[in-house]
């Protein structure tokens, strides 16, 4: 069973919907399958149904070698297919950055121009040196969380002719969160259309491109 949760960072906790069209707001998570209310609003088991503006959480994938892994992510271009949407780091004080570009930072010629700013989010391989700098060090962090996207213009590419009708114009992101908790590091895997869409043949095809991505990285995991 796969989960949803509210895209907006307008409320820290997340927003949930049950199979009944029942919502509220609290903590939650994705256990063996059953999606169950931790904190908060109609705390307990239930179901979830997807709605338009909410991303959906497919797969989780456990990283065998971290280290190796935050070289590929950190250390080289492997992951330079991707736009940072959020980044948090926790080493000596907790580091917030948010990828969506800054309008006023940019003058109006810079903002429309597509060479200067071709997406709604910086490109990871220009903050990924930042987050390195945040991160090394003698002492392993306590924890981070970095939400990447595909780039919008490799998604063509992941909707194979023949094996979906949905076009690229439709999805709103193929997302990869990549979260530490101090003692593991997970993948999960999302997507996010602009309209609320039954057809899960993108989410298919999208994990599926990610296993394939790792594994030609030479980066081990187990699924969760």
């Known amino acids: 069973m796969a989960g949803f949760e509210w895209i907006s960072l307008k409320n820290k906790r997340d927003r949930w919907v049950d199979r009944q069209g029942k919502s509220g707001w609290g903590k939650w998570l994705l256990l063996g399958g059953v999606f169950i209310i931790i904190e908060g609003n109609g ?78 989010f910086s490109a990871w391989k220009n903050v990924r040196p930042l987050c390195f700098d945040l991160i090394k060090g003698k002492k392993t962090p306590s924890g981070f969380k970095f939400i990447l996207h595909l780039m919008p213009r490799f998604i063509p590419g992941i909707l194979k002719a023949g094996e979906t009708d949905i076009t690229a114009d439709q999805v709103k992101a193929l997302v990869l969160t990549c979260k530490y908790d101090g003692s593991g590091l997970t993948l999960v895997t999302g997507t996010a259309f602009h309209t609320f869409i039954m057809d899960k043949s993108v989410d298919v095809l999208w994990d599926r491109t990610v296993r394939t991505f790792l594994t030609k990285k030479g980066i081990g995991f187990d699924e969760l």
């Open 43 to 120: 705390a307990g088991v239930g179901g979830l149904r997807a709605e338009a503006g909410w991303r959906e959480i497919m797969i989780a994938l456990q990283v065998k070698e971290v280290k190796s892994f935050m070289g590929k992510l950190l250390g080289s271009s492997c992951f330079d297919s991707f736009l940072l949407e959020e980044a948090t780091i926790s080493t000596y004080n907790t580091f917030h950055i948010d990828g969506h570009m800054n309008r006023d930072f940019f003058s109006s010629e810079e903002w429309d121009d597509p060479e200067l700013r071709p997406d709604d």
